[in-house]
T-cell receptor, first 110, second 111 residues
Framework: EDQVTQSPEALRLQEGESSSLNCSYT??????LFWYRQDPGKGPEFLFT?????EEKEKERLKATLTKKESFLHITAPKPEDSATYLC???????????WGAGTKLIIKP | DGGITQSPKYLFRKEGQNVTLSCEQN?????MYWYRQDPGQGLRLIYY???????QKGDIAEGYSVSREKKESFPLTVTSAQKNPTAFYLC??????????FGSGTQLSVL
């Protein structure tokens, strides 16, 4: 069964303390992996798409990487405004449907 | 500004009542989607539409209905057959099979 698991469920960091969020997946055929950011009471906002193992993408303090089994979202020297829930989704190559993880809630304390 | 507009932001449903959630986009996207978000769970697909006058059931379509009469609009009706409707509902659109753009969501609660 296709599945996406994000860990940890929640992560509390001090401002400036770098860390990584994990997205592990099992899918019969991967077309792409997406990362989104969601603020409370709002819709998710697109961050990155990764298509092949070894690919990396960066945006400000965030860097996403992809292997054949998982993706990491690395956050470097985070600021309080980086606090949000980060969602991961994998897209099947057979029917283009997305399978979503439950998200990691990131809290950055000043 | 281009984007997706969902309304209302908050909605309350009485027992036995049907309610309709609005979703409008001006991004000229062909595909539109409705997702349900519950605490601690991933987004679940209710319905999607790849083209006007056509739509398909997602993973949890029971108790919901949609229409796609215009490219810009994809309203969702939560019927009285949906026994556990309390959730955060998200509408999204995309160019075919590409990244999704989401609206700001509708929180539906039962009175």
């Amino acid at each position: 069964e296709d599945q996406v698991t994000q860990s940890p469920e929640a992560l509390r960091l001090q401002e400036g303390e770098s860390s990584s969020l994990n997205c592990s997946y099992t899918v019969s055929g991967l077309r792409g992996l997406f990362w989104y950011r969601q603020d409370p009471g709002k819709g998710p906002e697109f961050l990155f798409t990764l298509y092949s193992a070894g690919e990396e993408k960066e945006k400000e303090r965030l860097k996403a990487t992809l292997t054949k089994k998982e993706s990491f979202l690395h956050i470097t020297a985070p600021k309080p405004e980086d606090s949000a829930t980060y969602l991961c989704a994998v897209q099947r190559d057979s029917n283009y449907q997305l399978i979503w993880g439950a998200g990691t809630k990131l809290i950055i304390k000043p | 500004d281009g984007g997706i507009t969902q309304s209302p932001k908050y909605l309350f449903r009485k027992e036995g009542q049907n309610v309709t959630l609005s979703c409008e986009q001006n991004l000229n996207h062909d595909a539109m989607y409705w997702y349900r978000q519950d605490p601690g769970q991933g987004l679940r697909l209710i319905y999607y539409s790849q083209i006007v006058n056509d739509f398909q059931k997602g993973d949890i379509a029971e108790g919901y209905s949609v229409s796609r009469e215009k490219k810009e609009s994809f309203p969702l009706t939560v019927t009285s057959a949906q026994k556990n409707p309390t959730a955060f509902y998200l509408c999204a659109s995309s160019m075919r099979h590409e990244k999704l753009f989401f609206g700001s969501g509708t929180q539906l609660s039962v009175l």
